[in-house]
């Protein structure tokens, strides 16, 4: 028997409870919660991708830890005991002895950790395949290496230290450092792998691009470890450290880190006021307010959108307006104005509300009906709804627009109001409304672009960063091609062609136009850029970069944009951007340098809708209502 | 023997005060850093500070209570001394009642003094303090109750990292055959935080927790009585 079999044989009889714990944990869990999931009648698609979703967190949760109690835990046991006595009394080199040592652990924590996702991604692939992406494989390709410096730092510690909590509560160290370091300090955060797996690069990932210098820098760290490990034994370097002195160091670690992050982020805007929902009309209901339409200076009407669970399941699905006053106490005074309601077990309803100040009596309702079945688009109508109190009969006529927008079921749908007409926007085809008659809104206008996309350039973005030729935002100008409307002027095609661009979900990007400035948050980088109106003719509008705000990564991290909801006011110089879960405020004073004055968060609720108020405070609405004053520059 | 019981209470106390200290200064420092830079709202930096102190408070305060002793050798030194092992048990399980309090009153107090009734109302505060200083009791139970004969605090420690993921499970499981069902909230301590949510089965679920944490802490007991014997 050769030397390598029998160290392979000692590690095998080592670790094999590491292995087991771990195939356990990584494996054997998800497994019984995957039958369990068909056991309950889940289908086999639905119950892959949540077992894929469940071994997702966990090993974004465990994997590290796992990865520190293996490495501390092999070479604690060994050092600390007679064995290594033994063991240096035979024939066998350092390097022999440390090398399978190393990567026997390191086999553990991959066939654990890595290969159980590689796994359930493929089963995934072939039973949903066209739900399967390439950025849905970022966990496995990133964390993985993110897990290697872990467990190579933590086998390091472990040759150091040799005592097996004082080893582990040093590795925790080292771990926080790893994982969080490179949050808090933005220098450092190429090597950041929750941004990394949280937004943009999986653009990239599908795009077939991975981030290398991540990769580099991680395989770097290990073999620096290993070569330190290496380093360690032969000279039999050793940190005798107490206990307490141990414990110590990690609640320093934790608190530094922490404090990092509180004075990075800056101070949560203070809700002026919240205002709870209505009255629920029946129990079991829940509701978010969806839209929020203002129809003089604190009046205004809210949509609200619900429903009704039964074993789990949403069985009914209620859509109702009421009419609110900020000025009065009782902020919701009546029974709703409108109330609707439906079966929602084979079909969901998208209602955009429209409004104009000019016609301050009723609010318009572009509703669109999806199947629940095919996820497609069964039927667009307009309507509207009278706000006066008097009315017997608030719900009126309806306009059927599916006919206009066959063929484009998947594609987003968008409306707005702009001067007494609305103008709807699905795929390549624009549908104009005139109200000149209020009663009885009729189409006067059809536009057909060549191509749903295409729109804006800098959607073509990444199509550029990935040609041979780098993108110059400097030079490079920035170029909206209008939707050819007839009867507008150049300047009126373009307020129309933003006000129905910025509705639809570009990735998690956003932008608004103020006079000539436009702001643009681009998604994939969490960057805040302003661009000027250079040139503008009919068929389209020129921008020329001013300046952009990088988020660092801890501002990428924690104000992670999730579209839908997104949405963007520029209101005196403050850009008030909605993530859907929080709110951000910019100062644009200057263009060339904006800045990050305040943000708003709340305890896991989320923000649907966002309109200026007249005083400068914005109302916000989601599973509440907020209003927040502007910060101070 | 009074002396013999003064002495265990000074050698416990001894012994685990840096722990007191430690504890407080992290969750201490969690809750101010929180509530001093806003950096997220109120609710969420209560939130985390009372939960991180609700789960890593018990197992660093069970780690360091039996098995340090077997670790050190220190073990049959104490149980022969001429005092019930019960005895000795009870001052343990109490200096660790006592240790898992006082970081959370004192971060309690300080929470009140910088954000009293700001955004959450000084009820809600205590309410929350105050259950999830239950939580790590009987969290502790559980730690103590099947960690007891453990050789080691490394050991001590993943048997409460496995206590949890059984919670873990349980609670998925559950969800997936019985969702409307309660038997998580009555078997795991999360049953003191799910009773927000549902206060009509708060009854139930407070005497079904101390009731599990008293059985569990009496098996311990005599098993660490026997301990005593497999030594002598």
């Known amino acids: 028997m050769n030397t390598l079999k029998v160290l392979l044989w000692k590690e095998w009889r080592q670790q094999r409870w590491f292995l087991l714990a771990g195939v356990i ?85 991959i066939i654990s950790c890595v290969l159980c996702f590689f796994v359930l991604q493929k089963m995934f692939a072939i039973a949903a395949p066209s739900e399967f992406y390439n950025s849905d494989l970022l966990v496995p390709i990133y964390h993985s290496f993110t897990l290697l410096l872990v467990y190579s730092t933590a086998f390091f510690i472990g040759v150091l230290v040799r005592q097996t909590v004082n080893a582990a509560v040093l590795s925790v160290c080292a771990g926080l450092v790893i994982y969080f370091l490179p949050l808090v300090f933005p220098p450092l955060g190429f090597l950041n792998v929750f941004t990394i797996l949280l937004e943009g690069d999986a ?100 949509a609200f959108q619900g429903g009704k669970e039964t074993n789990n399941k949403v069985d009914e699905r209620n859509v109702r307006l009421y009419r609110f006053d900020l000025s009065s106490q009782n902020v919701f005074a009546g029974p709703p104005i409108c109330t609707d309601s439906y079966d929602a077990r084979e079909q969901y309803i998208h209602i955009n509300a429209l409004n104009s100040p000019k016609i301050s009596d009723r609010l318009y309702l572009v509703d669109e009906v999806y199947s629940k079945i095919t996820r497609k688009r069964k039927e667009v109508s307009l309507s509207y709804v009278l706000l ?19 063929n484009v079921e998947r594609s987003s749908l968008t409306a707005c109001f702009y001067k007494d007409s609305i ?135 924690m104000f992670l944009i999730s579209r839908p909801e997104g949405q963007m006011i520029i209101d005196h110089d403050r ?8 709110l951000m405020v910019y100062d644009i004073h200057d263009p060339a340098t904006p800045r990050r004055i305040g943000h708003f968060a709340t305890h896991g609720q989320r923000f649907f809708t966002m309109v200026s108020l007249p005083d400068g405070k914005i109302l916000l609405g989601g599973d509440k209502l907020y209003i927040i004053s502007p910060p101070k520059r | 023997m009074t002396g013999i019981f003064q002495k265990l209470i000074w050698k416990e106390w001894r012994e685990q005060r840096w722990k007191i200290a430690y504890m407080s200064f992290l969750m201490l420092s969690l809750a101010v850093i929180g509530l001093r830079t806003r950096m997220l709202p109120d609710i969420a930096v209560l939130a985390f500070d009372a939960f991180f102190g609700a789960f890593l408070l018990p197992i660093f305060v069970g780690m360091g209570l039996f098995a340090s002793e077997k670790s050190e050798g220190t073990l049959s030194m104490l149980t022969s001394l001429p005092i019930k092992p019960w005895k000795i048990f009870t001052v343990k399980m109490i200096h660790a009642v006592v240790i ?29 303090y105050l259950i999830c200083y239950l939580f790590s009791i009987v969290f502790l139970s559980w730690i103590v109750g099947f960690g007891i004969g453990q050789p080691t605090e490394a050991r001590t420690a993943l048997v409460a990292l496995a206590v949890v993921l059984a919670w873990s499970f349980f609670a998925a499981a559950e969800d997936s055959f019985n969702p409307s069902g309660y038997l998580f909230a009555i078997v795991t301590p999360f049953g003191f935080i799910e009773n927000i949510d549902h206060p009509s089965h708060r009854l139930e679920v407070f005497s079904s927790q101390m009731g599990i944490a008293i059985v569990l802490l009496i098996q311990a007991s005599i098993r660490f009585t026997y301990m005593r014997k497999e030594k002598a």
């Open chain 1, 423 to 557: 103008y709807v926007l699905c795929g390549p085809t624009l549908v104009r409304i005139s109200l000149a008659n209020r009663d009885k809104p009729e189409i006067t206008d059809i536009v057909r672009s060549k191509s749903e996309f295409g729109q804006w350039m800098f959607l073509e973005r990444y199509t550029i960063a990935k040609s041979t030729k780098p993108l110059d935002e400097n030079n490079d100008p920035l170029t909206l091609r209008l939707h050819q409307i007839p009867g507008l002027n150049d300047r009126e095609r373009l307020e129309v062609t933003l006000l129905l661009e910025e509705q639809r979900s570009w990735g998690r990007s956003m932008f608004t136009l103020k006079d000539d400035l436009l702001v643009y948050f681009e998604g994939e980088t969490s960057s805040l850029g302003t661009w000027r109106l250079s040139s503008l003719n009919s068929d389209q509008a020129v921008f020329l970069f001013i300046g952009r705000l990088r988020a660092t990564p801890l501002e990428r991290f």
């Open chain 1, 203 to 302: 653009y990239k990932v599908k795009a077939g691009i991975v981030n290398l210098t991540f990769i580099y820098s991680m395989l770097v760290g290990c073999a620096g470890m290993l070569f330190l490990t290496f380093a360690g034994m032969k000279l039999n370097w050793r940190i005798r450290m107490e206990k307490q002195l141990m414990f110590w160091s990690l609640g320093g670690v934790v608190v530094i880190l922490l404090a990092s992050a509180g004075f990075q982020l800056n101070a949560n805007l203070t809700c002026e006021r919240e205002i709870p929902r209505p009255q629920k009309q029946q129990p079991g209901e829940y509701y978010v307010y969806y839209n929020v339409v203002m129809t003089g200076k604190t009046q205004g009407v809210l």
């Open chain 1, 25 to 109: 944990l990584f494996w054997l869990v998800p497994f019984i919660g995957m039958i369990v999931g068909l056991y309950t009648g889940e289908p086999i698609d639905r119950s892959l991708y949540h077992m894929r979703e469940f071994v997702c967190g966990l090993t974004l949760s465990m994997g590290g830890f796992f990865a520190i109690i293996l490495a501390v835990g092999i070479v604690c046991n060994e050092l600390n005991s007679d064995l290594s006595n033994f063991w240096q009394s035979r024939p066998i080199g350092l390097a022999q002895w440390l090398l399978v040592k190393y990567f026997f652990g390191l086999a553990v924590v």
């Open chain 2, 100 to 128: 898992c309090a006082i970081p959370f009153a004192v971060t309690l107090a300080a929470v009140l003094f910088l954000a009293g009734d700001r955004e959450v109302d000084t009820a809600t505060i205590v309410r929350a």
């Open chain 1, 388 to 406: 006066n109190p008097q009315d017997k009969k608030p719900m009126g006529f309806k306009l059927d627009l599916t006919s206009k927008f066959a």
């Open chain 1, 575 to 582: 850009v008030w951007l909605n993530g859907g879960t929080n």
